[in-house]
């Protein structure tokens, strides 16, 4: 009787690009599914990316108990750090040679549009090279702008946080009147300033003026959509995104930012109050309103503990899964998982195999079906999209 | 046999300053309090504070059943509505006629310092003007700078996502690197600030430096303490009072705020960016890190549904009692509610009648065995003091 032999390979998992609160829980359904498998002999976890590769820098992920992979899960941001870096045809030569030294048959790479795209470039220079290597990006985006994917694990739990910290700042506008202006992440995509519609549970509950990147943002208008706000309910909470823009496309954030860019292009729209600063500045100076505020929620939108949307959570951790298991399938040598919603009245999904480059580079954007007719507001097909992502929010009481 | 006949009159509740995430805990308190005695009739709750009062605008607290009572209890934010409105002897006569038409005897007034300050001079203008009120003022501010209290309802739920945004912003910064700055509310007393360093679990955890209102800031030292930082852990997490101050006492925001000021002479802080956007300016000019970043926490720190401190909700809703009983009880005619921490190793509070005067005008600052010798830190003493009054924070686990 002849013994099947399994040919055993290394794998290297990292994650790239702005944090989650569920990116853990993908890093942790992928180690554990590699974990049941034979075909995986060790499990690295390369810090800060592909950098991690690089400098030969990797965490043991067979060592870790079930308990604290659990733990790890469960908490906010990248436990193997993160990185943002797109690799050059050099760079992918030293990580084939890392990966030759170490036999490293699998490599796993969790994050958005460009960590999608780096992972592509591995993928494909490792053709070229003629380095034998079964590579998968994993979803993760705040910003829920991958175009392979209904919805990106990340994107419920920010728009959760996104969602209960409009319900408390709409009842702190109730209170005290005025004007208060909140920013939102979301570059490209307004999914993450959209989900503020979430807030709403009662009559004339703010946000009362939404602004997606996706429709020309004039002040103007604004102005004027604002004075009516007010006129009519004496106050007015607003819900806009850091990537409006005007008509001609210039982000309206661009002349008020500090202009650094990162490796892949992108101008720093997030870590700084310019925008709604300049928004109430403007309103103050424009609309006869003393009374304006400004917050911009910043990076408590990714990864604020303890407040994860549970369909997120689980998500995240299954398409981690996903990713090893079909690896280990080796039907697909690359590919990245997408995630489809089942048609029918229950909430499901599928998890999918599909070209890497289907969530790399050009992303999403709020489909014109989410978006009021009037330019500032959702649909309620954008409500009913977006409403299990998330979950029923804390319930807030008026009188 | 005779009856003993109970003097029955009507009372008034309302609510002013900034909002909190507990301060309907305390209306509530109060209203149920007031609905178990045979001496208080109508129970009355003005909407927006004095401004209620002097427009009629009020809401019947009678009305309500008891489950909304406990929804609107658990709900962020003042659910009769806020102001921010110092009385003048003019608006008390014309307070006096109203409560007078009305049959008042028994006012309540939940709020911060300025609030207590208003609470006070309508209960001297009723002496002068021989108007018989029983008038309580109901501590709430997130600040915790009332003389009267151990601590304040409403600091330990600020408090408590002060403390968990740092831990998720830590985490965040752990996987990124670079320099964070996170401001925090807090305009002459650094104690909510210094709740961030609850968020530390782990060596090495965040926040690294933390500036309090309480000692000199100088840019100059804060360069040099961030660059230390960076050199010992290649990162550094930040969190500063918007209330920092130069030796000469000048608020550092000062040059960048808009100026406005409110009817108790306070400048603007909250609402605005500008502060951690010129400090993150200044670093990134004159310390050499190119990543730098910078959060205004904003109005979520007390109106954030669904993260209530426990203790703090509890206490909160005992003081709004407290305070009725202390009224009805007749011995007192005007005072506030202080809140004292008995000795012992077990945590727990008594609620004590004070005079008005303790908790109005002028504030508490953090005392000097809570600050740290080097100027940016907290001791142990502080965490001793502020871990009860926030819980316990979501476990965060690292590799």
Redesign the interface.
């Known amino acids: 009787m002849r013994m099947k032999t399994t040919k055993v390979l290394n794998m290297v998992i990292a994650?790239s690009g702005?944090?989650s609160?569920v990116i853990n829980q993908s890093l942790v359904g992928a180690v554990l599914a590699a974990r049941g498998s034979r075909k995986i002999g060790r499990i690295l976890?390369a810090r800060?990316g592909i950098q991690g590769i690089l400098d030969g820098d990797y965490?043991d992920l067979r060592k870790?108990t079930a308990a604290?992979l659990e733990?790890?899960a469960?908490?906010?941001?990248?436990?193997?750090?993160?990185?943002?870096k797109k690799p050059t045809a050099d760079d992918c030569r030293r990580i084939f040679e890392a990966f030759k030294k170490r036999s490293v048959g699998y490599f796993f790479y969790i994050g958005g549009n460009d960590s999608a795209d780096a992972a592509r470039i591995v993928a494909e220079e490792a053709e070229k090279e003629g380095y034998p290597l079964v590579c998968y990006h994993i979803p993760k985006t705040i910003d829920n702008d991958l175009r392979s994917c209904d919805h990106t694990p990340g994107y419920g739990s920010a728009a959760r946080f996104v969602a209960?910290?409009i319900?408390?700042?709409d009842?702190?506008n109730?209170?005290?009147g005025g004007v208060?202006i909140d920013v939102i992440m979301g570059r490209d995509a307004g999914f993450l300033t959209a989900a503020a519609a979430l807030a709403r549970q009662n009559k004339n509950d703010g946000p009362h003026l939404i602004y997606l990147p996706e429709r020309p943002f004039e002040l103007a208008q604004f102005t004027e959509d604002v004075k009516a706000v007010v006129a009519k309910l004496g106050r007015c909470v607003v819900a806009v995104s850091e990537g409006i823009r005007s008509a001609d496309g210039t982000p309206v954030a661009a002349q008020f930012a500090?202009g650094?860019r990162d490796s892949h292009g992108n101008l720093q729209l997030?870590?700084?109050?310019?925008l709604?600063?300049a928004l109430?500045?403007y309103l103050?100076a424009n609309a006869g309103i003393?009374r304006?505020?400004?917050?911009?929620?910043?990076?408590?939108q990714?990864?604020?503990?303890?407040?994860a949307s549970k369909s997120d959570a689980t998500e995240a951790r299954k398409a981690g899964a996903a990713a090893v298991k079909a690896a280990l399938a080796g039907k697909v040598t690359k590919g990245t998982i997408g995630i489809q919603r089942k048609k029918g009245k229950t909430y499901a999904v599928t998890f999918e195999t599909m070209p890497i480059a289907s969530a790399a580079k050009e992303t999403r954007s709020v489909p014109d079906n989410f978006i009021a007719a009037n330019g500032h507001d959702v649909t309620k097909a954008f409500i009913a999209y977006a409403a299990p992502l998330v979950g029923t929010?804390?319930?807030?009481?008026?009188?």
Not at 292 to 300: K, N, P
């Open positions: 994650q702005g944090p609160m976890g800060h965490i870790p604290k733990a790890i469960a908490t906010p941001s990248s436990a193997l750090g993160s990185v943002r209960s910290a319900k408390g700042d009842l702190d109730r209170a005290l208060k500090n650094e997030s870590g700084t109050g310019a709604g600063d109430a500045k103050k003393s304006v505020r400004a917050d911009t929620f910043g990076y408590l990714r990864s604020f503990p303890g407040i929010l804390p319930h807030c009481e008026i009188f």
